[in-house]
Structures are given as C-alpha cells and as structure tokens.
C-alpha cells in the first residue's frame, strides 16, 4: 500500500489530530528537520565512515538535512494533550511522502531557493 501524496502545506494555527488518533496538535508552521553532525560518535566525523579523523579535520557543514525526514513532511507544532500544558516540538508526518514540486522547494539545493522571495511553495492550499 502506499502513501499519499502531499501536495500542500498546513496553515499554521490549524488544529489536527495525530495519525494515530492519541493526541492533537497545533501547527506552528513548516520546518526542515536537520542532522547535527557533532552529535556523530567520536571519533566518527563524517556522515560516510571512511576513518577515523579527529573533530578538528571536520569536512563540510555542521548542520544536514536529516535523510530519515526528506521526503516527509515536517512541522514545528504544539501538542494539545488533555490535562497537560501544551508542548512544542517538532513532528515530522511520515504517513505521507512530499509530491515532486513540494520536495525540490522543502530540500532544494539551488542557490535560487536560498532567496528571500522563496519563503513559501507556489501552491499554499491546505492538505486535506
């Protein structure tokens, strides 16, 4: 079976419930889930184990899209547990997978998509 598709963003301030149904959550808006390569066990520095090499021979940025979380969407939310305070997190929906045009906007690696124009994909309607 296999996943839908998602075409659009969810309007931040929007109330969903979890796929599973056990708590609701507030979108607080889009965001791109990053992997921090400090967090790398050392002596380990880079994503592709190649050797061993202290941290101060680091090669590339600190901070990579998290290959886990790509081609899904993520979002900075707020929890809406009953008889708790809201919590913020972050929660990527893995029940769905990026469609083409919404993927190259979220992950893109051209310097255009680096523009102040390109704060928001082409298509805004919310994901049904």
């Known amino acids: 079976m296999?996943?839908?598709?998602?075409?659009?963003?969810?309007e931040s301030g929007s109330v969903h419930t979890s796929?599973?149904?056990?708590?609701?959550?507030r979108v607080i808006g889009?965001?791109?889930?990053?992997?921090?390569?400090?967090?790398?066990?050392?002596?380990?520095?880079?994503?592709a184990w190649r050797s061993k090499e202290p941290s101060w021979r680091r090669v590339g940025r600190r901070f990579v899209p998290d290959?886990?979380?790509?081609r899904c969407p993520s979002y900075a939310v707020e929890l809406l547990q009953?008889?708790?305070?809201?919590?913020?997190?972050?929660?990527?929906?893995?029940?769905?997978?990026f469609?083409?045009?919404?993927q190259?906007?979220?992950?893109?690696?051209h310097p255009r998509s680096?523009?102040?124009?390109?704060?928001?994909?082409k298509q805004t309607a919310p994901m049904s």
């Not at 190259?104 to 690696?109: H, I, L, Q």
């Open 30 to 47: 889009p965001c791109c889930r990053l992997f921090d390569r400090e967090e790398l066990p050392w002596p380990c520095c880079r994503i």
């Open 82 to 97: 009953p008889g708790s305070r809201p919590t913020s997190t972050v929660l990527t929906l893995f029940s769905g997978v």
């Open 104 to 109: 190259e906007w979220w992950y893109s690696r």
């Open 114 to 121: 680096l523009g102040p124009e390109n704060t928001l994909p």
């Open 19 to 25: 796929p599973g149904g056990q708590y609701s959550f």
């Open 2 to 10: 296999s996943r839908p598709v998602v075409d659009a963003l969810l």
């Open 67 to 70: 290959l886990a979380a790509r």
């Open 99 to 102: 469609s083409r045009d919404l």
